[in-house]
């Protein structure tokens, strides 16, 4: 929803990683483990990732170290892209089997009938919020009238405020919306605005009281925005229907890996910082326990409502955030994943 996560390159050399994602073009290929051994042949499957490794991947990067995917016979390989809004179209292209993206643009995607589905809610509430400093006494959408709002620039920025401002009462056009490019905390701690939207209470909330600077914040779906998944695992049409077993055994692996993760932090921070050292160990293990419910509340980790996927469909669509018929109900499917899994 216009978090600068998801169209950041924080490092220019992440965009090495993406250097032989389209190099050929299956995006899972079985692999011989070794023919002396008569070892089932491996399969290797690409993951794109929505930003670099952060506490929203410590359930993938746990079961890739425990083993979660290799007792399934699936070797995944996490790849950040250079454009992180590209893994929907990536993995419709046949460029990645999967990709960790938003059900917001898996549902865009789907008005536009590109052939992708989710198979697994990761995120099963929304982690975006609108944050401002303690000091500007910002505790509710109508206190944003008068007041100078950071944003990155996303479509969908001036509609979720308006909605969180109608939904408390206050006319929608009362705030007023400054584009700061990509430097939302920075704009925000410098008090060149006085609020921002599209940032994380799971993240830059925690950044931000980590240099000292205790912050508000504002849920999106507590004030007027439908629930709907953070992140969501996606796949294509045509992987789906031709290698389900990778499908399933992938699912599964992560439900896994993200129920070990959320009750053993500590081992998902190893897990993490192994992937990339720069990440800082308080930030991610403070991330990590908020985290916690917002992965296992549902009757098994990974499952999606119908009903809030539709409703959610009808409320993008209703505010202009999306265009076209989604088909709500064919975005998704639950097939492929174990049940009771917490």
């Given at each position: 929803m216009g978090n600068p996560r998801r169209v950041t390159l924080l490092f220019a050399v992440f965009s090495l990683y993406l250097a032989g994602c389209g190099a050929g073009s299956n995006a899972a290929k079985s692999i011989d483990t070794g023919s002396v051994s008569g070892a089932p042949a491996v399969q290797a499957a690409s993951i794109v990732l929505d930003w670099y490794p952060n506490s929203d991947h410590g359930g993938l990067y746990t079961a890739m170290q425990r083993g979660y995917f290799a007792k399934r016979g699936v070797t995944v390989i996490p790849r950040v892209p250079s454009d992180t809004s590209a893994q929907i179209r990536l993995v419709a292209a046949g460029r990645a089997a999967f990709g960790f993206s938003y059900e917001t643009d898996l549902l865009a995607a789907r008005a536009h009938h590109v052939p992708v589905q989710s198979v697994m809610c990761i995120m099963q509430h929304p982690l975006d919020t609108v944050m401002s400093l303690k000091s500007a006494h910002i505790t509710r959408p109508r206190d944003l009238i008068g007041k100078r709002i950071g944003m990155a620039g996303s479509p969908s920025d001036a509609p979720l405020v308006s909605a969180m401002m109608k939904h408390d009462g206050a006319p929608p056009s009362g705030a007023h919306l400054v584009n700061v490019g990509y430097n939302l905390l920075p704009a925000l701690l410098s008090k060149r605005v006085d609020a921002i939207v599209g940032v994380y209470w799971t993240w830059e909330a925690i950044q931000a009281q980590m240099k000292g600077h205790p912050v508000s914040t504002m849920r999106v779906e507590k004030w007027g925005v439908p629930n709907y998944c953070e992140l969501v695992l996606v796949a294509s049409d045509s992987v789906i229907l031709t290698q389900p077993a990778l499908v399933r055994n992938t699912v599964q692996a992560l439900q896994q890996g993200y129920a070990y993760a959320e009750s053993h932090p500590q081992?998902?921070?190893n897990a993490l910082h192994a992937a990339d050292k720069t990440l800082d160990r308080d930030l991610v293990l403070r991330s990590l326990q908020l985290l916690r419910p917002v992965v296992t509340d549902a009757p098994t980790i990974g499952e999606q409502?119908?009903?809030?996927?539709?409703?959610?469909?009808?409320?993008?669509?209703?505010?202009?955030?999306?265009?076209?018929?989604?088909?709500?109900?064919?975005?998704?499917?639950?097939?492929?994943?174990?049940a009771n899994v917490r």
């Open positions: 081992e998902a921070w409502n119908g009903a809030q996927w539709r409703y959610y469909a009808r409320w993008l669509t209703a505010n202009k955030l999306i265009s076209g018929d989604p088909d709500a109900a064919h975005a998704f499917t639950n097939r492929f994943l174990r």
